[in-house]
């Protein structure tokens, strides 16, 4: 093995190779109850606290399927355009693992419920890109290792690790692409809108959250390289358990400019395991990656196979939302924006809460506007993601209500909106509470008019002799004895009325 830190140019690396991925998405199913027992999934409980005989693989117990995680499967099949099994089977997946209580995985080897498929995704400038899915198969997720003592976080160097089995047994799907070839130079792009395309379709059927930062949702980036014009696939590497969209796309990038360095230097690309470095955007090995003949699969003994009745099959078609990215071209289309500004919308998770903010009452320019702006900016700076902020569609469409009808101005508009962040009640309760309300009285705006006049007269006399726009001063003296809280426009209107200028 050839073992080399320097790294060829993305472009150089393009320039002799092409870039082919597999893209393997673990999505944690948002059931009540693990896969094969009655143990809660809820996040949060003390370690080892959701464990039962049958997670744990105590002898003589035996594992029951999860009817809804079956459910969940077959959804995401159909929303893959993939074909649904008649009949299928669970099977042991062999290998130790200090995170694997039973030594082997349930899983489905050779008949997945969901096989042949695809995805159209969406690359930043409109271009679409069809990536085909291999199966969609369900199985168990493994516990969590917590690896103490060592600088990294990593087994190697800690002093001792830590095993919460509570996570042990809840259902996945594992949702596989065929190899996604012909991407070319954009190909860690294809793989981030794969898989922000996937995440979106896994919420849309609410079987998941999909929450990468909380592990719900992970992706496995294979990757390898072959010279220009050759037909064979190179030796592939296996970047695991690549946790945001970001990384996704960072991490194939980083493996086809290592590759390339490899090959290169004349080395062999060694089939390993790989781990994703968040801070230097780089990977290093793991372990050398076994062949599905390492894992010795045999079918689950314990559990019968799952034959999904084809009228259920077509009743569960019938319930599929809308697919994202058809939702999303009649959504741009209803609010008139191109579609830059909708990936825009996208890439700030700010569609679901616009369209509910447009639902509440609010004009679509109002919605983009505060959740594009104020509230994005409040987002990044809280590290949260949009549909997290403790403010709802229908207090954004309050705020949008309150400006529209002149009670706030903008400036105003975004205190309320700080406020009620801030935990001070609804838009209208810290309305009250602040004292925000647009001053529009024509008795307190005059005599604020008067005042400004009286202290700045040379530009009255601009305003005087005909330059309309020098009142702008004026007003914003005005705003400013006011706290802001004056109606522009009327103070406008005051200042030419007072001064015999025609508006």
């Not at 099977?91 to 997945?112: C, G, I, L, V, W």
């Not at 089939?271 to 801070?279: A, N």
């Amino acid at each position: 093995m050839t073992v080399t830190t320097d790294l060829v140019s993305y472009e150089d690396a393009l320039a002799s190779y092409d870039p082919v991925m597999g893209l393997e998405v673990h999505v944690e199913l948002g059931t009540r109850t693990k896969m094969f027992c009655g143990c809660s999934t809820e996040l949060g409980a003390e370690p080892n606290t959701q464990t039962c005989p049958t997670c744990l693989g105590l002898p003589g117990s035996l594992p029951v399927v999860n009817a809804t995680g079956v459910e969940s499967a077959i959804k995401i099949g159909l929303a893959l355009h993939c074909e649904i099994a008649e009949w299928c089977r669970f099977a042991r997946k062999n290998y130790f693992y200090p995170d694997m209580p039973k030594n082997f995985q349930t899983s489905q080897y050779d008949e997945p419920i969901a096989f042949d498929g695809y995805l159209d995704v969406q690359l930043e400038d409109g271009e679409v890109f069809r990536v085909e899915i291999e199966r969609a198969h369900m199985e168990e997720d493994t516990g969590k290792s917590t690896h103490v003592g060592g600088a990294t976080g990593r087994i190697h160097g800690a002093s001792h690790s830590l095993l919460d089995y509570n996570r042990a047994g809840i259902p996945l799907i594992e949702i596989v692409t065929k190899p996604i070839v012909g991407a070319g130079e954009r190909a860690p792009e294809v793989a981030k809108a794969y898989v922000a395309e996937l995440r979106e379709l896994i919420r849309a059927l609410g079987v998941s959250e999909a929450r990468m930062e909380m592990g719900q949702m992970r992706c496995d980036v294979n990757l390898s390289l072959r010279p220009h014009g050759r037909e064979k696939f190179g030796t592939r590497s296996e970047t695991k358990n690549v946790n945001s969209l970001r990384s996704v796309e960072r991490a194939a990038r980083f493996e086809i400019q290592r590759h390339a360095a490899v090959l290169n230097e004349g080395g062999a690309i060694v089939q390993e395991t790989r781990h994703f470095h968040e801070d230097t955007g780089s990977t290093t090995s793991g372990r050398v990656k076994e062949e599905a003949e390492d894992y010795r699969y045999f079918p689950e003994p314990d559990l019968v196979p799952v034959a999904p009745a084809r009228a259920w099959v077509e009743e569960l078609r019938g319930t599929l939302p809308e697919l994202p990215r058809v939702r999303r071209n009649r959504l741009r289309e209803e609010w008139g924006v191109s579609e830059h500004d909708m990936q825009s919308i996208l890439n700030a998770g700010a569609v679901d809460p616009i369209a509910a903010t447009i639902e509440a009452g609010a004009d679509s320019a109002a919605a983009r506007k505060w959740w594009m702006g104020e509230l994005a900016r409040s987002a990044n700076e809280s590290g949260q993601a949009l549909d997290e902020l403790p403010i709802t569609p229908a207090q954004v469409a309050r705020v949008a209500e309150l400006v529209a009808g002149g009670d706030l101005n903008d400036k105003l508009a975004r205190q309320v909106i700080e406020g009620v962040l801030a935990g001070e009640g609804t838009p209208d309760e810290v309305v009250e509470k602040r004292g925000l309300k647009v001053v529009s009285d024509d008795g307190a705006l005059t005599a604020a008019v008067s005042d400004a006049i009286a202290q700045n007269p040379g530009i009255a006399e601009k305003i005087r002799g005909g330059k309309v726009q020098a009142a702008g001063a004026l007003v914003g003296a005005v705003m400013k004895a006011t706290r802001g809280q004056a109606d522009a426009a009327r103070v406008k209107e005051l200042i030419l009325a007072q001064l015999g200028v025609e508006g």
